[in-house]
């Protein structure tokens, strides 16, 4: 059974509007290749939020969500365990790729989205 998430609450979707406006250049660089369905015609939203929580990537359809995590993602690691027990929860499979990742080897990035995304 999917444990279907809540609407986010209004601050909540107020700081995904926040984060759509000051992407990181990694989470940039990364949209202007899955945007308007350029990636295997797969529609991608960015900051996108799910309850409480704001994922930078999601493909509703493939139940697939992208995260480009920085340097911040080593010292909370304990609540990020928490956010993808909580995600996975809601039936979304996860991706993590650091932000070098990202910015120095896009097309591993793109090519490991468009294999998971053909999991579905």
């Known amino acids: ?5 809540i609407r986010a609450s209004y601050p909540v979707r107020q700081r995904a509007r926040e984060l759509r406006r000051e ?7 990364l ?5 308007g369905r350029q990636l295997e015609n797969l ?5 996108h939020p799910i309850e409480r929580y704001i994922v930078d990537f999601i493909c ?3 139940r697939l969500i992208v995260e480009v995590d ?6 909370q690691q304990e609540s990020d365990s928490y956010r993808t027990a909580f995600l996975e929860s809601c039936n979304y499979r996860i991706l ?3 932000n070098d990742t990202v910015l120095n080897d896009l097309d591993t990035v793109l ?7 053909a999991q579905t």
């Open 1 to 5: 059974m999917t444990n279907k998430p």
């Open 23 to 29: 992407s990181t250049p990694a989470e940039a660089h």
């Open 31 to 35: 949209w202007e290749h899955l945007r």
């Open 43 to 47: 529609k991608f939203r960015r900051q």
């Open 60 to 62: 509703i359809e493939a």
């Open 70 to 75: 920085g340097d911040i993602h080593l010292v």
């Open 96 to 98: 993590r790729f650091a």
């Open 111 to 117: 090519s490991a989205i468009a294999q998971a995304a």
